[in-house]
């Protein structure tokens, strides 16, 4: 099946309660551990490429590489979505190279880092809606800003510094006409997260029922959202890693989440964690192999299970075949009449 809008995945998702992973992806191994998983769990797929990923494989590769995983998985609706597009450019040229998904932040300026103005932020997701819905592509926009800093972007910031704020969440939607709202709630990238366990104090779960309150039709979306599980940091420590104890986002707290609007949880250091876990564990346990298929079959076999064990706690395992992909002009078709109603 074509890649296809990530809309109608989120459009499925509200409809049947659940919520679908977005994977982030650098290279093949990365693509062929998410269908896999998919397959084995019948889930929609979400894969995700962030700015630092088209420069790291190519825009080219990841390209092809998307559509051999959409030829060989026919019966896995498949999305390729871009991650934290700093500028109306890179939307551009994402949509340009056949991305059906893109994400515009303009809740930082285009160097990825500063905060931005409602205005600022309003007028760059604003172009790219329109340029994106002609095509019947999908636009991801972010209100609020995440802590962290993730592929050289994010504020570096504590995640509570920039919360968003619901009613201006509420405006935001309405100014812009989006598809799915990416809101800050007390997360941020990366591993490090948390110092200790996540309560109320840190991870605003009352304030995303709240912005649901206010817009129960957008698609909410979670980022800095892995669960950083201690089994996967320890596996990386037990072979000679050093990573600092740190704590992710709990999977109940993503279900809640999911009660509540959020279609897409976005998922990359969970994978990172078990990739880098499996490929130590045989540098330690085998030195004298040299065969990179030799560590990067377990790596890839690592990550499969992490993401298929996420497929089933987002609810979206099984709902592969439930329906029929809508093809890009479509979903322009229904863009341009909304827009004239
Ligand atoms: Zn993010």
């Given amino acids: 099946m074509p890649l296809v809008s990530m809309r109608q995945l989120l459009d499925e998702a509200a409809k049947g309660g659940y ?10 191994e990365q693509i062929q551990a998410i269908m896999e998983a998919a397959r084995e769990t019948k889930s929609p797929v979400i894969v995700q490429a962030s700015r630092g990923a088209r420069s790291y494989s190519q825009d080219k590769y990841l390209y092809h590489l998307m559509l051999a995983a959409a030829e060989l998985y026919p019966e896995i609706p498949l999305v390729l979505h871009l991650d934290h597009g700093n500028s109306v450019e890179t939307c551009k040229s994402a949509i340009e190279l056949g991305f059906t ?36 592509i999908t636009v991801e926009g972010e209100i609020g800003c995440l802590g962290g800093i993730e592929d050289g972007h994010g504020t570096g910031l504590d995640g509570l510094s920039h919360l968003t704020d619901p009613a201006q969440a509420a405006e935001f939607v309405k100014q812009t006409g989006l598809d799915a709202l990416a809101i800050a ?3 941020s990238h990366g591993a490090y997260k948390f110092s200790k366990k996540p309560t109320g104090e840190t991870l605003k779960m009352d304030r995303l029922i709240e912005i ?53 949880i976005n998922v990359d250091t969970d994978n990172r964690l078990a990739i880098t876990g499996a490929i130590r564990k045989v540098f330690a346990e085998k030195p004298e192999e040299f065969d990179p298929r030799s560590y990067l079959k377990p790596a890839r076999e690592a990550m ?20 029929a992909p809508v093809p890009l002009s479509e979903m322009a078709a229904r863009y341009a009449q909304k827009k004239a109603a």
């Fill in 101 to 136: 998904s893109v994400m515009m932040d303009g809740s930082l300026m285009p160097d990825g880092k500063t905060p931005s103005s409602f205005d600022y932020n309003v007028k760059a997701t604003r172009e790219v809606v329109a340029m994106a819905h002609a095509k019947g």
């Fill in 304 to 323: 499969k299970k992490v993401v298929a064990l996420r497929m089933t706690q987002f609810g979206q395992a099984g709902h592969a075949g439930d329906y």
């Fill in 185 to 187: 709630i007390g997360t």
């Fill in 19 to 28: 919520g679908v992973g977005a994977f982030n992806v650098n290279n093949m």
């Fill in 212 to 264: 649901h309150k206010l817009l129960p039709n957008t698609h909410l979306v979670m980022h800095g959202s892995s669960s950083v599980p201690k089994d996967l940091q320890d596996i990386i420590n037990q072979y000679g890693g050093k990573l600092k104890p740190t704590w992710g986002v709990p999977v109940e707290e993503i279900q809640l989440g999911i009660k509540n609007g959020v279609r897409k």
